[in-house]
């Protein structure tokens, strides 16, 4: 049966609303879809009856085009595809629709190894396979690249129309970083597509910024007609020329980038150069030498990232140094991975000694980030107005909330569930023992908690008022449900003043006599911790700390962790 184009627009646009289970659609807002897609794609403005799309939604149901579609009505009142997965796009080719497709072929077969028509193989090899694969019913010979899961090609269509026609779009747009999508006015350029995802060049509504949208980013296109779409002040064809992928810095030259393949990978690159201006400059027995005239961007980073070892950047320094930091940061990553039987044995080791060390919770990128972020607090505030800087910080998660997210990292959220599930953060201090520093800590236990306000309760003693809360010795039991953790921004040595401990001493509080008798009898473990490791320990377990000997600082964020619960009356303090 022949179907006309303005039915297939209608069947085509029924497909779509149905495949669709964000939405309810009744009859009246299928017709209502039906009569938008016939103006928009064929100037029709009458509108669609309600019988048509009636006729349409049996026609789809029945056999007579092979569609066979499941619709279903629910609730007596919405239309919907029973099978989410189904849509008449899938349906096998009939015969006659072979026949057509094998009649293009032929014809586009006459174009292949034209210069001209380049473009042209690839999808005359496409169709060919389909064909056959129709044809015998047999599994397809050749298996080209695709992408099940992409999102955003039902975009396609009607942004190649606007462009086109010239005109503008309304966009609603979600980048990855944005909490929900915004709708902008705007004027495409040109669709581009790179390794199986497809983008959209073009300019915002005032025409003065250029931007690169992702099409799977994008959750709705329509258009509108009534505006024209502003000329690019630039060559679209020739926008992407001189960098990998589709990354342009505005503003930003090319640069000659060199670089090393060793001689397993030369033959890959040379038959696949990684950009056209690629130039091969040197080649002998261990590799080649090539040179790309290429801007810096994050798709060139990733390619040669991607062949590890076997690639090297040789020049321009500043790039190499680039790929260094990210090779260094990539290995930090998987150095910095915590087994569970690691985890296990701290925390056997905390039950026993009352402290364990583990290295590499943190990566290099996250320390530097923490300490770039309280050196810049430090920058904003005076604290001691003519007098000596502050080298500590209380409350550092409400005067530095930015390096919460960093302190609490995969590492140390598996870390807590182990030695301190459903534990509350009580408190939250960094220090730095700068070059030099002639102070130290003498042996000591660390028993005070912090509280809200100050309230007389049985066991609790010694009150001191500290920066809009209160310390207190609390009973013994609240201690032993107590962990502190000690984040090292540097490496913690010997000779800059790391701490001292007695294992052993956490089970309970000590007197004055008890704590020197012990120190005097016994050798103590120092605690060297590397840049980027933790120290977690019982409050009670005796420690102290020496005169640092080097020109080297020793910045610590010191936290607390309680699953203890207050009596009536007193609070936590909420200062972190």
């Known amino acids: 049966m022949p179907v006309n184009r303005n039915a297939l627009v209608r069947y085509r646009t029924l497909d779509n609303c149905l495949r669709n289970r964000f939405r309810k659609w009744t009859l009246e807002d299928l017709i209502d879809a039906c009569s938008h897609a016939l103006y928009e794609y064929e100037g029709i403005d009458k509108g669609v009856s309600r019988r048509t799309v009636q006729m349409d939604i049996q026609m789809m149901r029945s056999d007579k085009l092979g ?10 009142r919405y239309y919907t595809y ?47 396979d389909k064909i056959y694969t129709a044809k015998t019913h047999r599994e397809p010979i050749i298996d080209f690249e695709k992408n099940e899961n992409l999102r955003g090609l039902e975009h396609i269509d009607p942004i190649y129309k606007a462009i086109q026609q010239k005109h503008c779009i309304l966009v609603k747009y979600q980048s990855f970083k944005a909490r929900r999508a915004q709708e902008m006015r705007f004027h495409p350029f040109l669709l581009k597509e790179f390794r199986n995802r497809w983008f959209l060049l073009g300019a915002n509504h005032k025409g003065k910024t250029t931007m690169l949208l992702a099409l ?14 502003c000329q690019p002040a630039f060559d679209v064809q020739s926008y992407f020329k ?6 342009v810095n505005q503003g930003d030259k090319p640069e000659n980038i060199i670089l090393f393949v060793d001689r397993s990978n030369a033959p890959y690159v040379i038959t ?86 583990l290295p590499n919770v943190f990566t290099t990128r996250e320390t530097d980030k923490m300490k770039h972020l309280i050196s810049r607090y430090f920058n904003s505030v005076n604290e001691n107005p003519g007098g000596k800087k502050s080298m500590s910080i209380r ?25 301190a599930p459903g ?5 939250a201090i960094y220090f730095d023992k700068p070059h030099l520093s002639n102070w130290y800590v003498t042996w000591h236990q660390d028993i005070t908690i912090n509280v809200k306000e100050r309230i007389e309760t049985e066991g609790f003693s010694g009150w001191t008022s500290k920066e809009g809360f209160f310390a207190v010795c609390p009973p013994e039991e609240y201690l032993h449900q107590t962990l502190t953790i000690r984040i ?25 006599d008890d704590i020197q008798l012990i120190t005097q009898n016994t050798s103590p473990a120092v605690c060297e911790i590397p840049k980027g490791g933790v120290q977690f320990m019982k409050p009670l377990l005796l420690h102290a700390s020496s005169k640092s000997k080097a020109q080297r600082s020793r910045r610590v964020i010191h936290l607390e962790f309680s699953n203890a619960e207050l009596p009536e009356g007193l609070e936590w303090s909420e200062g972190l």
């Open 395 to 419: 409350q550092l998660l409400q005067k530095v909330p930015a390096v919460q997210p960093l302190i609490f990292n995969a590492n140390m959220d598996m870390l807590l569930a182990e030695l």
């Open 488 to 512: 090292h921004l540097d490496d913690s040595l010997e000779s800059n003043g790391t701490l001292k401990v007695i294992p052993g001493t956490h089970k309970k509080r000590l007197s004055d």
């Open 216 to 229: 799977d980013r994008i959750t709705a296109v329509s258009p509108l007609k009534d505006m024209s779409c």
């Open 67 to 76: 569609y066979n579609a499941p619709i279903v009505v629910l609730e007596k």
């Open 82 to 128: 029973e099978d989410p997965d189904y849509s008449i796009t899938n349906i096998p080719l009939t015969d006659q629709d072979l026949l057509k497709l094998t009649e293009v072929t032929e014809i586009l077969r006459q174009f292949k190894g034209f210069t001209h028509f380049q473009d042209l193989d690839s999808m005359v090899n496409r169709l060919e």
């Open 423 to 427: 534990a509350r953060l009580t408190k």
């Open 242 to 247: 001189d960098v990998v992928g589709v990354t």
């Open 272 to 357: 696949k150069p990684i950009h056209p201006s690629q130039k091969v400059l040197e080649s002998n027995k261990f590799g080649i030498v090539i040179s790309l005239h290429v801007q810096l961007n994050y798709e060139l980073e990733r390619e040669i990232l991607g062949f590890g070892p076997q690639m090297k950047v040789l020049a321009p320094d500043h790039f190499k140094r680039r790929m260094k930091s990210l090779l260094r940061e990539a290995v930090d990553t998987y150095d910095s991975e915590i087994s569970g039987n690691r985890l296990k044995q701290s925390r056997n080791r905390l039950q026993k000694g009352g402290y364990d060390i």
